[in-house]
């Protein structure tokens, strides 16, 4: 059995710290909700598209971490709301890949806007140095766990 180190023990208590930071003051799901009308497994869906274009469903499960059944019915309400297209892939006819549309990214202008207003602009506590500092941790993590392609 593996015996953890106090370093481990650490980052183990900052993960269960940080998810109810996310939830709760980064990523304001109430508010986002209300101003965009858009779920936030919908707006990681259009985040990961606008990031890296066309992609296929198991992609994009792989990237946001949406489990596979979970998908289609996000892609589906993205389809009716023509913020997302399927369509057949140009290297092979038999995949079927995801592409975000100009709906999309205006979308994601909203997003990011309500995330900014309720991360930032309202806790005015915020310092630039304080940005720079979360900007750095978060960098940080993204290095450390990069997406699986």
């Keep these: 059995m593996h015996k953890t180190t106090s370093v481990e023990e650490q980052?183990?208590?900052?993960?269960?710290?940080?998810f109810p930071i996310f939830r709760n003051?980064?990523?304001k799901s109430k508010e986002i909700i209300q101003e965009t009308e858009v779920q936030l497994p919908h707006a990681q869906i259009l985040m990961c598209l606008a990031e890296h274009d066309n992609m296929s469903v198991t992609?994009?499960?792989k990237h946001t971490g949406i489990a596979m059944p979970n998908i289609t019915p996000i892609i589906d309400k993205l389809c009716a709301l023509e913020y997302v297209n399927r369509h057949?892939?140009?290297?092979?006819?038999?995949?079927?890949?995801?592409s975000i549309l100009p709906k999309g990214q205006e979308c994601i202008k909203r997003i990011k806007?309500?995330?900014a207003h309720h991360t930032f602009h309202l806790d005015s506590s915020f310092t630039e140095s304080q940005l720079n500092r979360l900007n750095?941790?978060?960098?940080?993590?993204?290095e450390l766990f990069p997406h699986e392609n």
Excluded: C, G, P, Y
């Design 25 to 27: 003051r980064i990523l």
């Design 59 to 61: 992609q994009l499960s």
């Design 136 to 142: 750095n941790a978060l960098t940080t993590i993204v």
């Design 88 to 98: 057949h892939s140009k290297n092979d006819r038999r995949m079927v890949e995801i």
């Design 11 to 18: 980052v183990i208590q900052h993960i269960f710290h940080i």
């Design 113 to 115: 806007s309500s995330i």
